[in-house]
């Protein structure tokens, strides 16, 4: 890239640090330092604010970069992605924004242990939370090194990794300084930077094509080099029953995995009631539902305007394919507007990694500390005899040390994040997100769904239940080829594969399921009736939420 482009974007990247640096800073000065400030920022967001955060939240470098890369590259399969994650939105919206709400105070493991013991309950909900959150953050990490690597010529390794290292260091920051207020705010002023430039190249493809759509798909078709393959499923899919089994598996994982994420999770108890996290979802659905519809005109349009060999070329993931897409748009290479487009379109790319890694910094924080650390606080206890809600206010730790410990385990979250983005800097960025969504389909959600709705699910059983899908999920993707065995894989000259597919989904979200079940039938204890028809009332009515 020339030295223009390297300055304006650059020039661009410093404006929105210093801008999200400068809000941090500004809440930092007005917090009260109590927990529910630190991590709800005392539940003042309304439904539309909370909304466009949770779009900001959720539409990160995997959609952005990701899914429109994928596009480029494989076309037909690459837009399930986008399909996948748009129809989890629907688990969301009517299995649990309400309901989380309800039972829960600051974590996923807050709704589970309202009626559970709550040491082992929230250990294992702490844990699984935080290796969800760290796959998560992996991703961003993954993102924001291609994107620098791509404006420095692709050529510089060591500013690749500084630039992973720059981005968690200013998580750390992030979550430290301005807890949840500073981080809702960057993802809002994020969402609506991420939709302007979206609607923006969106509109350019449409214009470039004279607003064909049919002349949009065949010339894509025409340069991807795979001709009306690329229009129709088995591209990347279709090569064989692995292919088609590692597709269900994706699917599985990006539609149920939604439901199970804890920094979207922790976006319900922002707003002050159940009604405005269910306004909350709705507000969201819709920007996010437009934005992915935008990102298949975007993934088509690499394809057509710059050619999938190009993007290949440019990265083997297909991470770059939105900026150069901006850069042919603008008027191509040298020209001012390809510079200005590909300046603006990095930087808010640059912006979504930012806020999409602060907000899921700071819900496994919360989890290091509200569940982990506090539960080590808190008496052993082999019932529980208090209501959810006097619990709830009794039980975790003193809030200032727990709130003390949530911004060390920040900056813990961020180095071991920082060192696996390192070591995963060549994969495609919604594929690692993939990877996430399986671990959080298959530890977090089936131990949130029978909480919720079972009525004998037991401490036995949650435990089980979160172990089941968590273990044998992260044991699969050890043991599958994004590892090891595979010319793309993390370890290419090692070789210990054992496991075909490259999502678990298909087999870690029902050995989740299964394990909970296993875990309650062959439970001694029995569960307690009463506090399942307190925690009942409580999740439909809102009677008692905090």
Same mark, same amino acid.
């Given at each position: 890239?020339?030295?223009?482009?390297?300055?304006?974007?650059?020039?661009?990247?410093?404006?929105?640090?210093?801008?999200?640096?400068?809000?941090?800073?500004?809440v930092?000065?007005?917090?009260?330092?109590?927990?529910?400030?630190?991590?709800?920022?005392?539940?003042?967001?309304?439904?539309?604010?909370?909304?466009?955060?949770?779009?900001?939240?959720?539409?990160?470098?995997?959609?952005?970069?990701?899914?429109?890369?994928?596009?480029?590259?494989?076309?037909y399969?690459?837009?399930?992605?986008?399909?996948?994650?748009?129809?989890?939105?629907?688990?969301?919206?009517?299995?649990?924004?309400?309901?989380v709400?309800?039972?829960?105070r600051?974590?996923?493991?807050?709704?589970?242990?309202a009626?559970?013991?709550?040491r082992?309950?929230?250990?294992?909900?702490?844990?699984?939370?935080?290796?969800?959150?760290v796959?998560?953050?992996v991703?961003?990490?993954?993102g924001?090194?291609?994107?620098v690597a791509?404006l420095?010529?692709?050529?510089?390794?060591?500013?690749?990794?500084?630039?992973?290292i720059?981005?968690?260091?200013?998580?750390?920051v992030y979550v430290?300084?301005?807890?949840? @207020?500073?981080?809702?705010?960057i993802?809002? !002023?994020?969402?609506?930077?991420?939709?302007?430039?979206t609607?923006?190249?969106?509109?350019?493809?449409?214009?470039?094509?004279?607003?064909?759509?049919?002349a949009?798909?065949?010339?894509?078709?025409?340069?991807?080099?795979?001709?009306?393959?690329?229009?129709?499923?088995?591209?990347?899919?279709?090569?064989?029953?692995?292919?088609?089994?590692?597709?269900?598996?994706?699917g599985?994982?990006?539609?149920?995995?939604?439901?199970?994420?804890p920094?979207?999770?922790?976006?319900?108890?922002?707003?002050?009631?159940?009604?405005?996290a269910? @306004?909350?979802?709705?507000?969201?659905?819709?920007?996010?539902?437009?934005?992915?519809?935008?990102?298949?005109?975007?993934?088509?349009?690499?394809?057509?305007?710059?050619?999938?060999?190009?993007?290949r070329?440019?990265?083997?993931?297909?991470?770059?394919?939105?900026?150069?897409?901006?850069?042919?748009?603008?008027?191509?290479?040298?020209?001012?507007?390809?510079?200005?487009?590909?300046?603006?379109?990095?930087?808010?790319?640059?912006?979504?990694?930012?806020?999409?890694?602060?907000?899921?910094?700071?819900?496994?924080?919360?989890?290091?500390?509200h569940?982990?650390?506090?539960?080590?606080?808190?008496?052993?206890?082999?019932?529980?005899?208090?209501?959810?809600?006097?619990?709830?206010?009794?039980?975790?730790?003193?809030p200032?040390?727990? !709130?003390?410990?949530?911004?060390?385990?920040?900056?813990?979250?961020?180095?071991?994040?920082?060192?696996?983005?390192?070591?995963?800097?060549?994969?495609?960025?919604?594929?690692?997100?993939?990877?996430?969504?399986a671990?959080?389909?298959?530890?977090?959600?089936?131990?949130?769904?029978?909480?919720l709705?079972?009525?004998?699910?037991?401490?036995?059983?949650?435990?089980?239940?979160?172990?089941?899908?968590?273990?044998?999920?992260?044991?699969l993707?050890?043991?599958?080829?994004?590892?090891?065995?595979?010319?793309?894989?993390?370890?290419p000259?090692?070789?210990?594969? !054992?496991f075909?597919?490259?999502?678990?989904?298909?087999v870690?979200?029902?050995?989740?399921?299964?394990?909970?079940?296993?875990?309650?039938?062959?439970?001694?204890?029995?569960?307690?009736?009463?506090?399942h028809?307190?925690?009942e009332?409580?999740?439909?009515?809102?009677?008692?939420?905090?």
């Amino acid at each position: 890239m020339s030295g223009d482009h390297q300055s304006l974007a650059l020039l661009l990247f410093s404006a929105f640090v210093a801008v999200t640096l400068g809000i941090t800073t500004w809440v930092s000065r007005h917090r009260h330092g109590s927990a529910e400030e630190f991590y709800t920022g005392g539940r003042l967001f309304s439904p539309m604010e909370n909304g466009f955060a949770i779009a900001g939240d959720y539409m990160s470098a995997a959609s952005f970069l990701g899914i429109s890369g994928l596009i480029a590259l494989f076309g037909y399969d690459g837009m399930l992605y986008s399909v996948g994650f748009l129809v989890a939105w629907l688990v969301v919206l009517l299995l649990v924004a309400e309901l989380v709400r309800n039972c829960g105070r600051f974590t996923l493991a807050d709704v589970v242990a309202a009626r559970m013991r709550e040491r082992p309950v929230r250990i294992a909900a702490g844990t699984s939370s935080v290796a969800v959150s760290v796959l998560y953050l992996v991703a961003q990490m993954v993102g924001a090194g291609s994107l620098v690597a791509l404006l420095l010529g692709g050529t510089s390794e060591v500013a690749r990794a500084w630039t992973v290292i720059g981005v968690g260091a200013l998580m750390v920051v992030y979550v430290t300084l301005g807890g949840m @207020r500073a981080t809702t705010w960057i993802q809002i !002023v994020k969402a609506v930077l991420l939709l302007a430039g979206t609607v923006a190249l969106t509109v350019l493809v449409l214009v470039r094509f004279h607003g064909d759509f049919n002349a949009l798909l065949t010339t894509a078709a025409e340069r991807s080099g795979h001709g009306k393959e690329f229009l129709v499923p088995g591209l990347a899919y279709g090569g064989g029953w692995t292919a088609r089994f590692d597709f269900i598996s994706l699917g599985l994982a990006l539609v149920l995995g939604t439901a199970g994420l804890p920094h979207i999770l922790s976006r319900f108890y922002t707003v002050p009631t159940a009604r405005a996290a269910r @306004r909350s979802v709705v507000w969201s659905i819709g920007l996010i539902g437009s934005f992915y519809l935008m990102t298949i005109v975007l993934g088509f349009g690499a394809a057509a305007v710059v050619g999938t060999d190009e993007v290949r070329a440019s990265s083997a993931a297909g991470n770059t394919a939105v900026p150069l897409l901006a850069l042919d748009l603008g008027g191509g290479a040298g020209s001012t507007g390809g510079t200005v487009l590909f300046a603006v379109v990095a930087a808010v790319a640059f912006a979504t990694i930012l806020a999409v890694v602060a907000g899921i910094t700071l819900a496994s924080s919360a989890s290091v500390a509200h569940d982990l650390y506090a539960s080590l606080k808190r008496p052993r206890t082999k019932s529980p005899t208090k209501s959810p809600a006097k619990s709830h206010a009794k039980s975790h730790a003193k809030p200032h040390s727990e !709130v003390a410990v949530a911004r060390l385990a920040a900056a813990g979250i961020g180095a071991v994040a920082i060192a696996l983005g390192l070591l995963a800097r060549d994969l495609n960025v919604a594929f690692l997100v993939g990877l996430a969504f399986a671990v959080a389909a298959s530890a977090n959600l089936p131990v949130l769904l029978y909480s919720l709705f079972w009525r004998n699910f037991t401490t036995r059983g949650a435990v089980w239940s979160v172990y089941g899908g968590l273990v044998p999920a992260v044991l699969l993707v050890v043991l599958s080829p994004v590892v090891s065995g595979s010319p793309e894989a993390i370890f290419p000259g090692m070789d210990f594969q !054992v496991f075909p597919l490259q999502n678990p989904g298909l087999v870690s979200i029902p050995l989740g399921f299964l394990a909970g079940w296993l875990g309650t039938v062959l439970s001694r204890e029995t569960a307690d009736e009463a506090k399942h028809a307190e925690s009942e009332v409580r999740s439909l009515t809102g009677a008692g939420a905090v």
